[in-house]
């Protein structure tokens, strides 16, 4: 085996112990996932024992609820707790920076159509991958369906590729009908999530974020922000929260680093008609006839 055989051979050994990792987490907190129970309690809990199991969290643990769609995350003091609410946990595990992303829906709602729908879409669009693929087909096969179950797709949320240290990288993966997409290639490590609700079928930012990653390198003044950036070195450009942070002032110096352009957020997604959403993912690596699912 020469060394560069050698070398893909180790990384897709990494991204496979991610998704193992993943696996037996998700599968433990959806059983904690009950009316009553605290959100926070829930992400540190998926964090931490992706730790004690031998990986890192590749961005905090997502808890989206009802019209919420992703990047909603507890803050450091957060005393929410479940309702009848149907709740989305997506959650990442990176060894070594190759990262395994999934996410499923808990409902607690009295919804189990409209989880169906985004599930039963992940399916049909794993179905459908392979190395020659179009990903304009995959969309295609998400939103048809998922409006075959009665609902619509979340037209402005997509899949997306997976790279060392990038949890949203090429190539974008449609979760509806488009005219021109771009080829599968075998080897590529790509995370598939179809969104359903029973709203509009679009997102736009909410008012409030908890999840940023750094963009740049940028001079900035103030010492405290100096130090900061200091202490966000170790998530290199993967996504934190700002209750993994214990820098004083957090909010004012997380602001000067934003408008210095070293940092971003990601506001909390929701749906444009107060809609319910539902999700599905897995991550995949493609292969020449079909693809392996390593998040099962």
């Known amino acids: 085996m020469n060394e560069k055989v050698q070398e893909i051979e180790e990384i897709i050994q990494k991204y496979i112990k991610a998704g193992e990792i993943l696996s037996k987490v998700r ?30 969290p590749a961005f905090p643990c997502n808890i989206s609820r009802n019209d919420e769609a992703a990047h909603a995350t507890p803050s450091h003091d957060d005393e929410s707790v479940f309702g009848k609410d149907m709740v989305k946990i997506d959650l990442g595990v990176h060894i070594d920076g190759y990262i395994a992303d999934s996410a499923i829906t808990v409902d607690l709602s009295g919804n189990p159509d409209l989880v169906k729908a985004s599930e039963d879409a992940l399916a049909a669009a794993i179905d459908v991958i392979k190395c020659g693929v179009n990903t304009a087909e995959i969309g295609a096969v998400i939103e048809n369906t998922i409006t075959g179950h009665g609902f619509k797709t979340v037209m402005n949320l997509t899949g997306h590729g997976l790279a060392r240290y990038i949890t949203h990288a090429s190539p974008t993966i449609p979760n509806r009908h488009i005219e021109h997409g771009v080829v599968l290639e075998e080897g590529e490590v790509i995370a598939i999530e179809p969104f359903a609700t029973d709203g509009a079928g679009k997102i736009a930012d909410g008012s409030w974020a908890e999840i940023y990653h750094v963009v740049g390198s940028r001079p900035v003044r103030l010492p405290a922000a100096r130090k900061l950036i200091k202490e966000l070195e170790q998530y290199k450009t993967l996504p934190f929260a700002k209750r993994w942070l214990s820098s004083e002032r957090l909010d004012f110096m997380l602001l000067q680093l934003e408008r210095a352009g070293v940092v971003t957020s990601y506001p909390v997604l929701k749906e444009v008609a107060g809609g319910l959403v539902s999700q599905a993912e897995h991550t995949v690596i493609v292969t020449d006839d079909g693809c392996e699912v390593i998040t099962k």
């Open 27 to 56: 599968s433990e907190a959806k059983d904690k996932v009950l009316v009553g129970a605290s959100l926070l309690e829930v992400a540190e809990f998926v964090e931490k024992r992706s730790v004690e199991l031998g990986g890192q």
